[in-house]
């Protein structure tokens, strides 16, 4: 089975400040890794995913996250941070055969501070 | 292109009652996947629909059910309602055939509130 722990609950920290949001995951077999986003009274956005290839992968909004495979971590930072990068942030796996199912972690409150 | 509806926003039930929410999912997306929310168990997968076929479900109990119609919009339903089905519903669409890597688009959800 697979599982996803996201190892701080909250993180706070102050603007322009850099920023690293931990995600390691349990899996047996090839998975696949997403981080996902959810501002207050919304629904989750896609920020990045890792399928294969490169370890390093971006998203437009500055966030990036590296694939380790020996670490089975995923860890999602930003250089600097804004106000608006005020979320609950989530990791995600998923797995071949297990159709149109994401695993999530149980997801870190990331509290932005001017 | 529209994002992904769901109906209503907002839902007070009582004990016992059931309830029926809506999805639409993006124009095109034919896989449809629901998910609950909540402080204590976090995201759960609930089920996936494609083809209006069930092709994967979580480890949920029968009172929850669901459908997808020909044109891939899906309904949840859930029979007789307990306090801790008090959650944000989630749904999320895909544009294929719902693989492992397809990026899901989620919709706003539907906040149920069981009195």
């Known amino acids: 089975a697979q599982s996803v722990t996201q190892l701080d609950s909250q993180v706070p920290v102050f603007e322009e400040a850099p920023v690293e949001l931990r995600c390691n995951y349990s899996?047996?077999?090839?998975?696949?890794l997403f981080w996902y986003v959810q501002y207050p009274n919304q629904g989750l956005q896609l920020l990045l995913k890792?399928?294969?290839?490169?370890?390093l992968v971006e998203s437009i909004n500055g966030f990036e996250a590296e694939f380790n495979k020996s670490q089975t971590s995923f860890h999602l930072r930003k250089p600097s941070v804004h106000i608006s990068d005020t979320a609950e942030y989530f990791c995600?796996?998923?797995?071949?055969?297990?159709?149109?199912?994401?695993?999530f972690g149980q997801g870190t409150t990331l509290q932005v501070k001017p | 292109k529209a994002g992904v509806t769901q109906t209503p926003r907002y839902l007070i039930k009582t004990r016992g009652q059931q309830v029926t929410l809506s999805c639409s999912p993006i124009?095109?997306?034919?896989?449809v996947s629901w998910y609950q929310q909540t402080p204590g168990q976090g995201l759960q997968f609930l089920f996936e629909?494609?083809?209006?076929?069930?092709?994967n479900k979580g480890n949920f109990p029968g009172r929850f059910s669901g459908r997808q119609f020909s044109n891939s919009r899906s309904e949840m339903n859930v029979s007789t309602l307990e306090l801790g089905d008090s959650a944000l519903y989630l749904c999320?669409?895909?544009?294929?055939?719902?693989?492992?890597?397809?990026?899901?688009?989620f919709g706003p959800g539907t906040r149920l509130l069981v009195l």
């Open positions: 999320a669409s895909s544009w294929n055939r719902g693989g492992p890597g397809e990026t899901q688009y």
């Open positions: 899996s047996s077999v090839s998975v696949y």
């Open positions: 890792y399928l294969s290839g490169s370890t």
């Open positions: 995600a796996v998923s797995v071949a055969g297990n159709t149109g199912k994401l695993i």
């Open positions: 124009s095109g997306h034919r896989s």
């Open positions: 629909y494609f083809s209006e076929t069930q092709r």
